[in-house]
Nanobody, 116 residues
Framework: QVQVVQSGGGLVQPGGSLRLSCATS????????MSWYRRVPGNERELVVNQTRGGNTNYADSVKGRFTISRDGAKNTVYLQMNNLRPEDTAVYYC??????????WGQGTQVTVSS
């Protein structure tokens, strides 16, 4: 059974930082695409960033220069470093791991709230 477990969300003041983690039972070399999404109630789900196994990375315009995706192969963990957070970043964030030969796997989601 594939596991995808998120952690690292919480409440932060504007301008602050958080790092989200996405730990998985998958080996990272088997993952074709790593993605972070977010959803605000009443809004459509938004792709924040995705990164292919080959390292090609694309960020949403709204987070460019502030968010960074990374991985740790030894820990089988994907990260999203979020800096200079804004109230409009408030959302539930989801990790998505796609393996072309097996399917896509989603984390459970974690709340990020940016408020003073």
């Amino acid at each position: 059974q594939v596991q995808v477990v998120q952690s690292g969300g919480g409440l932060v003041q504007p301008g602050g930082s958080l790092r989200l983690s996405c730990a998985t039972s998958l080996t990272l070399f088997s993952i074709d695409t790593m993605s972070w999404y977010r959803r605000v109630p009443g809004n459509e789900r938004e792709l924040v960033v995705n990164q292919t196994r080959g390292g090609n990375t694309n960020y949403a315009d709204s987070v460019k220069g502030r968010f960074t995706i990374s991985r740790d192969g030894a820990k089988n963990t994907v990260y999203l470093q979020m800096n200079n957070l804004r109230p409009e970043d408030t959302a539930v964030y989801y990790c998505r791991l796609a393996v072309a030969t097996r399917g896509a796997y989603w984390g459970q989601g974690t709340q990020v709230t940016v408020s003073s």
